[in-house]
Nanobody, 126 residues
Framework: QVPLVESGGGSVQAGGSLRLSCVAS????????MGWFRQAPGKPREGVAR????????YVADFVRGRFTVSQDNAKNTLYLQMNSLKPEDTAMYYC???????????????????WGQGTQVTVSS
């Protein structure tokens, strides 16, 4: 088991910033594809970003590109999502997830992930 714990969510005004963290409390041996997802009420969960646990293959979805950045710190077993210029439509529960993989193919497919965090709420007001 690799429990994942997210933190860093909160309420901000439009244009503000938040940094989400996801700590893996278990040892991430070999390579994992780490993903950030979000889910707004009444909407399906969508992939926001992904990165390999090696730090390679960082990618953010088109709808947040230029505003969000994904990174990781192996020494801290932590995944980050830096969110700038937040918009009301970014309001959602944000989740991190992990799956054993050497490449992050089909990262947005939620069915491929083995481990999920409990989520952290992000609320952006206009």
């Amino acid at each position: 088991q690799v429990p994942l714990v997210e933190s860093g969510g909160g309420s901000v005004q439009a244009g503000g910033s938040l940094r989400l963290s996801c700590v893996a409390s278990g040892y991430l041996h070999s390579s994992y594809c780490m993903g950030w997802f979000r889910q707004a009420p009444g909407k399906p969960r969508e992939g926001v970003a992904r990165i390999l646990s090696t730090g390679d293959s960082a990618y953010v979805a088109d709808f947040v590109r230029g505003r969000f950045t994904v990174s990781q710190d192996n020494a801290k077993n932590t995944l980050y999502l830096q969110m700038n210029s937040l918009k009301p439509e970014d309001t959602a529960m944000y989740y991190c997830a992990a799956k054993g993989a050497t490449v992050c193919s089909d990262y947005a497919n939620t069915l491929g992930y083995t481990f999920w965090g409990q989520g952290t709420q992000v609320t952006v007001s206009s």
